[in-house]
């Protein structure tokens, strides 16, 4: 593969023999020295010391490199279709395939929305052509994601709709919110909530507190995210239904969600890396690049969700990639788009949980493997045995510097804009294909 184009699509070879690396199994909660034999596009043996015939195999020496499923990534927002400008289907291919993402659950909020069948066909259908990491679609809730009437949720869980949501919006309105839990429920659908109440944040930039005051910008409560989950709660209690809470930022939810799991109902949650790295003071000098949604809380707030990192309250961390043209962040603060880039940056930002935090390097890519894919309910981000292959290969001492002006997504705008990071995926494997190496 040729180093000057690490996607390089030319003839490869159907076969794989992975030796000598460290192979991390989330499900056997195991990291072993092993070689790994991927054969017509699946997993055909797991051992030490396999040994192939060279001619028919592509030999590939992991030697002091660690080898583990794919990244599962629940929350996408890919740009294509209606905002092509910010992003494309292939351009986030290729930044994910470069971050070691091998499956991509996008947000339903592109234009037109995803409420329909016929846009998730037409996503799966340009993914397929692209060929790099798996595309998995999630369709809105509500019609158009207003909030209103509820969308074919049956028939697009046929096409292969894996969860349900409104993207950054939440579903304000208690009676539909009950309305779509009983509905999906019926086929054991998942509901994913953006929780923040729309009435109170509406015209917010920031966390309200000090930093909002100091730099006289209209504040967002961080209690909005709690009102809205403790709201729900209630509704998941009397329907039974499967619900997620996507990108919590809030000491209170980690709470909230807390109490929840140990009264036994049935919630999950996840959390980004901005949530557990940044507090608000990185919004000083008016950065537009860490103006997000959810904002940057306090760094109280960071603590606690790395507590509930660390104690098993959240289930899973993604990158809520949410890209936006220069047009759309170089504004006065006010006027900037809310959201960054994350494909690219996700796997060192976990590993520094491993470095910094003493987080289990297992439970780390567990985070972004195993736990996902079974929120999910999809057959992805593990190794089993005649599996798709679906693996990174990845330098967990690798250092670093961010620069997003080398990010294959076409958007740039990223909170992590030149940190210092140790840790790089190397090689991806999607289907048993080779498509990125570093």
């Known amino acids: 593969m040729n180093l000057k ?129 798996k595309v998995f679609c999630t369709g809105c809730i509500t019609r158009g994601h207003e909030g209103n009437e509820i969308s074919e949720l049956q028939l697009m869980h046929e096409s292969g709709a894996v969860g349900f949501t409104d993207g950054n919006k939440s579903v304000a309105n208690a009676r539909v919110m009950k309305r779509a839990l009983n509905y999906v429920k019926s086929f054991n659908g998942l509901i994913i909530q953006h929780a923040e109440e729309p009435e109170l944040s509406a015209g917010g930039m920031v966390n309200e507190g000090e930093i909002s005051t100091r730099m006289g910008l209209a504040g967002i409560p961080s209690y909005c995210e709690a009102m809205i989950v403790e709201r729900d709660l209630w509704l ?22 807390r109490n929840a799991k140990e009264k036994g ?29 959810p904002s940057l809380r306090t760094e109280e707030d960071r603590e606690k969700i790395v507590e509930g990192i660390l104690d098993g309250t959240i289930d899973a961390i993604v990158s809520d990639h949410t890209p936006q043209d220069q047009d759309a962040k170089r504004l006065p603060f006010n006027q900037a788009e809310f959201g960054g880039v994350g494909l690219e940056t996700l796997l060192p ?58 990010f294959y997504s076409k958007s740039k705008n990223s909170p992590f804009d030149s940190i210092l990071v140790e840790g790089r995926n190397l090689m991806t494997f999607v289907r048993g294909r080779l498509v990125y190496k570093f």
Request: proline fraction near 6%.
């Open 349 to 406: 930002m976990i590993l520094s949980l491993v470095k910094n935090k003493n987080l289990d390097l297992i439970r780390a890519i567990s985070l972004v493997t195993k736990n996902p894919s079974e929120i999910l309910g999809l057959d992805v981000g593990k190794l089993n045995i005649k599996s798709e292959a679906d693996l990174m290969i990845f330098d967990l001492e690798k250092p670093w510097k961010i620069k997003p002006e080398k």
């Open 5 to 133: 184009d690490p996607f390089n699509n030319r003839k490869q070879s159907p076969n794989y023999l992975l030796k000598n690396g460290f192979v991390i199994d989330p499900c056997k909660n195991k990291i072993e020295k092993k070689d790994i034999l991927i054969k017509n596009k699946v997993i055909e043996a797991i051992n030490k010391e396999i040994s192939v015939d060279p001619n028919e195999f592509e030999i590939i020496d992991c030697n002091n490199l660690y080898i583990s499923p794919g990244i599962v990534d629940m929350r996408v927002n890919l740009g294509e279709p209606g905002l092509e400008h910010k992003e494309t289907i292939k351009s986030a291919c290729m930044a994910a395939a470069s971050g070691g993402v091998t499956s991509m659950i996008c947000m339903p909020n592109t234009i037109p929305a995803i409420d329909q069948p016929a846009i998730i066909q037409s996503i799966q259908r340009k993914a397929r052509e692209v060929a790099l990491s």
């Open 236 to 257: 998941v209690k009397d329907t039974e239904c499967r619900y997620h809470v996507s990108h919590i930022s809030t000491k209170e939810t980690v709470e909230i969600i």
């Open 265 to 293: 109902i049935y919630v999950t949650c996840d959390t980004a890396p901005p949530y557990f790295l940044l507090n608000e003071l990185s919004l000083e000098n008016y950065r537009t690049f860490s103006k997000l949604s």
